[in-house]
């Protein structure tokens, strides 16, 4: 006998192992996000040279680079159930905030991924200022989170939607921009030794603001 | 597993797709498993719409479905849980073998043994011996089967079946004409079709005329 729907993390469970296998068969947004990171981090340093003595660039550097090398993998989580018209198969195992949190979980997972490898090459490469690690962990961290909710929602928006491009940049562009302002004025403290506090409350707030929204919207996004 | 009374019915049910295209109007029956009832009707008459309303997948714009279990409604939400839907528009990852698309649908539903659920439906549907190959490998007949299995994986008291023999041999018809068998013994089996073949199956039929003005014969 099947579950009767109150259960839900069995199934998210279930979703997040699927996600992880697929994309370790296929490497569909791994490889595209780790060759962008890699691109972009050796292109600025062939161009800039190391950079010790400019923290705010430094900054905004670092989050270009994992906010591009992860959205456009993170966003096409939906999009490639869509395309691949699998999304009825998901919808009949499992409810609308289900296959969001699954995803969510993967989104988190795979931003973790790219990170390990993406920001000890960033600083090795772009010989940045010793880091403050508490402080740096906690807007990374935050951040993540906050990146993570915000491109599963717009991935779940623009899933069914026909014209998914136009519609991609003008949900990404609202959403993601709070998320590049407070991680950029964080990682840009922490190196000027200046509290991070303010900025960390900030991702977290809207990373939960987010995950709040989410699961009132995700049972309603598909509905036809 | 023991059997449970299920029923479906459907009052002034209609449905369109954005203004025009109407999916099924005015459509009222009601059937009580177990058994097989045909739907059958013209392409576009509603028959995989009306599916899709009874999965709980589609919202009816107007007019109401129930799906009771021993008297007792489900929830539109819930429906996906007690119903086995197979259907065309139907697709697996092709970068998995079908049993693991099985075994994370079974795990997913919550089944007690995934493993062993996924394996009873593929050997049910005589796809077992390529259990292991990924999707992407499969014909269309073996996706179809897929489809088959999937439907009975949770061995569902309402069984929801879109053209179930479609791109089937003679040794897969045979498995699907069992399975459905199997399964109306133990439930209702609604199967949407124009297969005179298929519609032998039935005992009971619901005619969808054009736009889906039909009433059981």
């Known amino acids: 006998m099947p579950s009767d729907g109150s259960r839900s993390w069995p199934a998210v469970w279930a979703i997040l192992r699927k996600e992880c296998r697929s994309e370790w068969r296929t490497r569909y947004g791994l490889n595209a996000a780790l060759l962008f990171a890699v691109a972009s981090l050796t292109a600025v340093t062939f161009a800039a040279g190391r950079l010790p003595d400019r923290p705010d660039l430094l900054a905004a550097l670092l989050w270009i680079v994992l906010l591009f090398a992860a959205l456009s993998s993170m966003s096409h989580a939906f999009v490639r159930e869509t395309e691949a018209h699998t999304l009825l198969f998901l919808r009949l195992v499992a409810s609308p905030t289900q296959i969001a949190l699954g995803k969510l979980g993967f989104n988190l997972l795979f931003l973790l991924v790219v990170e390990a490898v993406t920001v000890p090459l960033f600083l090795l490469l772009t010989g940045a200022p010793p880091l403050r690690w508490a402080a740096f962990g906690a807007v990374l961290g935050l951040g993540t989170l906050a990146l993570a909710a915000s491109s599963t929602l717009v991935g779940a928006v623009i899933a069914q939607s026909r014209n998914r491009g136009a519609l991609f940049a003008a949900v990404s562009l609202p959403l993601l921009l709070p998320v590049l302002a407070s991680g950029v004025a964080g990682t840009r403290a922490q190196w000027d030794g200046l509290p991070v506090a303010a900025d960390a409350r900030l991702l977290g707030s809207y990373a939960v603001a987010l995950f709040a929204v989410s699961l009132l919207l995700y049972d309603h996004l598909w509905e036809e | ?217």
């Open chain 2, 1 to 217: 597993m023991s059997a449970v009374a299920v029923g479906v019915r459907a009052e002034g049910l209609t449905h369109r797709y954005g203004r025009i295209r109407t999916g099924v109007a005015r459509l009222t029956f009601a059937f009580e498993g177990p058994g097989v009832v045909a739907v059958t009707g013209p392409n576009g008459s509603g028959k995989s719409t009306l599916l899709r309303i009874l999965a709980g997948l589609l919202r009816p714009s107007e007019g109401s479905t129930a799906v009771t279990l021993d008297g007792r409604e489900l929830p539109r939400t819930l429906r996906r849980t007690r119903a086995g839907l197979a259907s065309p528009e139907l697709a697996f990852y092709d970068e998995l073998s079908g049993e693991e698309n099985l075994v994370f649908a079974a795990e997913a539903r919550g089944l007690p043994a995934p493993a062993r659920a996924a394996g009873a439906a593929l050997e049910r549907v005589g796809l077992a011996r390529r259990a292991r190959d990924r999707v992407a490998a499969y014909s269309s007949g073996m996706k179809q089967r897929l489809r088959l299995a999937f439907a009975l994986l949770h061995e569902p008291p309402l069984v929801l079946l879109d053209e179930p023999a479609s791109h089937l041999d003679e040794e897969g018809r045979a498995a699907a004409e069992a399975a459905v068998r199997d399964a109306a013994s133990r439930g209702l089996v609604l199967v949407a079709t124009n297969d005179p073949e298929e519609v032998r199956l039935a005992e009971r039929r619901l005619a969808l005329v054009a736009r889906g003005l039909g009433d059981p014969a």
